[in-house]
Nanobody, 124 residues
Framework: QVRLVESGGGLVQTGGSLRLSCTAS????????MGWFRQAPGKEREFLAP????????YYADSVKGRFTISRDNAKNTVYLQMNSLKPEDTAVYAC?????????????????WGQGTQVTVSS
């Protein structure tokens, strides 16, 4: 079955950087669009960015645009989220998701497969 495992979360100071990784198994990775999401306590899940199997990524949520970058390495079955200039409001559980297809999916409801998430905490 499809399995997604995130890593790279942790505690960082305001202005710092982290790189999250999500490694997939049980699927033909290059055939899946991947997405990154986050959910802060008491808030709805927020979609951050998608990347197609071919590596196209031109959409970012306004809250992270210019600071976060999504990328992928199909040889390693891994998608990344580089997070720079982190702010306390970026504190959340970050999760990756997968959907079969080459579309550019930007909604939470588009993704049937999810990882468990990794905690990111940004201290002020």
């Amino acid at each position: 079955q499809v399995r997604l495992v995130e890593s790279g979360g942790g505690l960082v100071q305001t202005g710092g950087s982290l790189r999250l990784s999500c490694t997939a198994s049980g699927l033909t990775f290059s055939m899946y669009t991947m997405g990154w999401f986050r959910q802060a306590p008491g808030k709805e899940r927020e979609f951050l960015a998608p990347i197609t199997g071919g590596g196209v990524s031109t959409y970012y949520a306004d809250s992270v645009k210019g600071r976060f970058t999504i990328s992928r390495d199909n040889a390693k079955n891994t998608v990344y989220l580089q997070m720079n200039s982190l702010k306390p409001e970026d504190t959340a559980v970050y999760a990756c998701a997968a959907r079969l297809g080459s579309g550019y999916y930007t909604s939470v409801n588009n993704y049937p497969y999810w990882g468990q998430g990794t905690q990111v905490t940004v201290s002020s």
